[in-house]
């Protein structure tokens, strides 16, 4: 009945120190860093109906901005200045695919 004993206090042992390790806080894996977002005042409009896709970005708000397109399968265009009040229009074909604009 002892060697019992043993064994359960050991049994017991293990199970507590198994849920120490589960909630013990894991180290924190580096985040990917997101994209900022542009400005609310930054406008898209894109025309994705063909074989090359075509947007533009119009500025409204009362300041510069700086902005890249983003797109899948291919590469993000460079960062771009656009003035208050204007327009910039970027073009490329398939397969690339419109995934957003990120401020720069």
């Known amino acids: ?3 019992k ?4 206090t050991a049994a017991s042992a293990l199970a507590v120190a198994g849920l120490l390790a589960w909630s013990a806080p894991a180290a924190a894996a580096p985040v ?3 994209a900022a977002s542009v400005p609310g005042c930054v406008e898209t409009d894109l025309d994705d109906s063909g074989f090359t896709d075509e947007l533009t970005v119009t500025n409204t708000c009362l300041y510069s901005v700086r902005v890249k397109v983003v797109l899948a ?4 265009t460079p960062c771009d200045t656009i003035r208050s009040g204007r327009s910039v229009t970027w073009t490329w ?3 690339g695919r419109f995934d957003g604009l990120a401020d720069c």
Do not use: H
């Not at 004993?5 to 359960?8: F, L, R």
């Open 93 to 95: 074909g398939y397969p």
């Open 1 to 3: 009945m002892f060697g």
């Open 32 to 34: 990917p860093q997101a």
């Open 73 to 76: 399968y291919m590469s993000d």
């Open 5 to 8: 004993a043993i064994s359960i």
